[in-house]
């Protein structure tokens, strides 16, 4: 209705003064003051003779052009014969800008208002779409002759925000009394802390990622093998929460030499429990292989002693050589290889003692 009404006066300056067929009184009003001369001729003209019928019909074939596709359509159509343009702007006005129809378009921006719930910006829904909805439903009101009070502004527009990150940006505003009596004031004081907000917030986000990121490459892995060296319990630094001090700084090599928890053996991910099976097998072949050479020297050497009296002979005891009695060494996969190799060595020099 504001873009037919605004689209008439403007057709007239070609056609003629249009305005005063779609004016609200029916009788002219002499007697009343004017400000203009433009508003005196409105008001004052007559509604009959045929320049009213012209244009009046012009005025109707306007409102056809705006209405025959929309549902405006409808409340104009009875008028389409006799072309009678000002009772069909009327019957316009009657439905769209009557009591009933105030009434439900009040209701409608309350209901606005009210369903409109900032939760933090979103991909489709920011602050400035929030703030939107209010304002035009405040205008909306007012042309309904509903204004608002700007209290009452303000108080609606905070109950609309639910993002946490706003929580103390709402109490500033509630302590603040020309915030409170001033909704555009209080607008851009919001939009103003949201933007700085959303500002540290992303630089914080970066700096957590990038240190995050660091660590990571400086061979910080799962938290379940983080934690103090030595015996006991340290508090992991990564990822899965606490693990045994006496994983810390493993790699794959160790897997297979450690004992886990359930909780520990369930963060472990199905390779690396393949690889610690793998490893505990190779552990024990190699620990099968290290008995069996040491038996093997063991018996090589006493066999040599028996046959030597430890009187006649006192550096009988002492191994050929002047070689140290030996001590095993823990066994890891790495010295299996060794311990195969100096065998035959070890074997040799006895027999030739």
């Known amino acids: 209705m504001e873009g037919s009404f605004c689209y ?26 004017f400000n203009t001369v433009h508003d005196q001729l409105v008001e004052c003209a007559v509604l ?3 320049e009213y019928n012209a244009n009046n019909g012009l005025v109707y074939d306007l409102l056809q052009s705006l209405t025959i596709n929309g549902p405006a359509w ?11 343009g000002r009772n069909a702007w009327k019957s316009l006005l009657n ?29 489709n829904f920011t602050f400035n779409n929030y703030v939107t909805i209010h304002q035009q439903a405040h205008q909306d009101l007012a042309r309904l002759g509903e204004p608002v009070p700007e209290n009452k502004k303000v108080r609606d527009f905070l109950n609309g925000i639910t993002d946490p990150q706003c929580s103390n940006i709402k109490l500033n505003v509630l302590s603040n009394m020309v915030f409170m009596n001033d909704f555009t004031q209080t607008v851009n004081y919001i939009a103003n802390a949201i933007d700085m907000t959303a500002k540290n917030t992303s630089t914080t986000a970066r700096q957590i990622s990038e240190y995050t990121r660091n660590q990571n490459h400086n061979g910080n892995t799962r938290g379940v093998f983080r934690g103090r060296r030595g015996l006991g319990r340290g508090r992991g630094r990564g990822s899965r929460g606490r693990g045994r001090g006496r994983h ?5 090599a160790s897997l297979g030499s450690c004992n886990y928890t359930p909780q520990e053996w369930q963060n472990l991910t199905a390779a690396e429990q393949r690889e610690v099976y793998r490893q505990r097998d190779r552990l024990a072949t190699a620990r099968t292989i290290a008995a069996a050479i040491t038996e093997s020297l063991s018996n090589t050497t006493n066999n040599k002693q028996d046959d030597v009296s430890a009187i006649t002979n006192p550096s009988a005891s002492v191994p050929p050589d002047n070689t140290p009695t030996q001590t ?12 195969l190799t100096r065998r035959p060595t070890q074997a040799n020099r006895t027999t030739g003692a």
């Open 8 to 33: 008439i006066p403007t057709f007239q300056n070609r056609t003629g003064k249009l305005a005063y067929i779609v004016r609200e009184n029916d009788a002219p009003e002499y007697d009343k003051t």
């Open 48 to 50: 009959i003779g045929p």
């Open 74 to 84: 409808t409340w104009i159509n009875m008028f389409q014969a006799t072309r009678d």
């Open 95 to 123: 439905y769209y800008e009557g009591d009933s129809a105030k009434t439900r378009g009040k209701q409608e921006c309350y209901d606005s208002i009210l369903k409109a719930i900032y939760q933090g910006n979103r991909r």
């Open 248 to 252: 810390g700084n493993r790699d794959d």
């Open 328 to 339: 095993m060494a823990p066994v890891n996969i790495d010295n299996v290889s060794q311990a």
